[in-house]
């Protein structure tokens, strides 16, 4: 996806349906490659909370956004070589409600 002009399309999808192994592999990758800056418990750390508090007055599509292009000038990198904008708004959905601990 080049630049944000699906992003508004995409946010007028239904939830979206993400198969149970790739849910995994998105808590996971939160979990752990996220919480290495946004703290474990994804409480805040180098990086801000993720928290829905935290999230709760944020635009759905500015945090896609800033998932898949990241924020010059901080530590937050893009990760849109990794997640797709589907992955990254599956991301932001379950932050807000409180997101899944990681499955053994």
Known sequence: MRGLGLLP???MLPALVVHADDQT???RMVRQDCGSCHGMTL???LGTPL???ALSE???ESLIATILYG???TAMPGW???LSA????WIVSHLQEGFPEERR
């Open 9 to 11: 399309a995409l946010l």
């Open 25 to 27: 592999a998105l808590i």
């Open 43 to 45: 409480k805040g750390g």
């Open 51 to 53: 928290t829905p508090q």
């Open 58 to 60: 944020k635009p759905v």
């Open 71 to 73: 924020r010059p000038g």
């Open 80 to 82: 849109k070589s990794m």
């Open 86 to 89: 589907s992955d990254a708004q």
